[in-house]
């Protein structure tokens, strides 16, 4: 759960490098219908009792079939979880690879890695605009 009582999501922004981020791991989701086709950061829901890193290293081996290195957090302008669909909130890492080459293995039907600069181009799930232009401020 967030702070207020919300159902959190986590999710990754993979870079290239942590260190010096050229290229962001951007993911097209194929499921439900009504989201199918638009862009997002690979993620999913904190299930009860798990904590909310493990659910994004569990979310991350099903989905992608990485583990990853995290980052900080890049937390939303009031300083806390990003509101997202569903009146569900979004808590957001900077990751980069630690093992394993990334496939759409589920929810996924297209997987790409994007320049930073060319990240507001894609077709984004609407809340994640803001995240976006947060994490190009980010990575800058
Ligand atoms: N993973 C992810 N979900 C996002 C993003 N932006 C956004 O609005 N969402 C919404 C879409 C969904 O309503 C919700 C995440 O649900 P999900 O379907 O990915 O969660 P899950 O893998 O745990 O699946 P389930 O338990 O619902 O079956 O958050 C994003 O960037 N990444």
Redesign the pocket.
Known sequence: MSRDGRRL?V?AAILDSLRSPTMMLCARRSAPAA?AGKW??????VEPEEDAESALHR?LVEELGVEVRLGPVVPASDGGDWP???H?V?RVWLAELATGSPEPLE?HDELAWVPRERLPELDW?E??RP?VAALQAATA
Do not use: C, F, R
């Not at 997002?40 to 829901?45: H, I, S, T």
């Open positions: 999501v999710a989201l997002e950061l690979p993620g999913g829901k979310e997202i669909l569903d569900l979004m929810d799930l809340p994640d995240i």
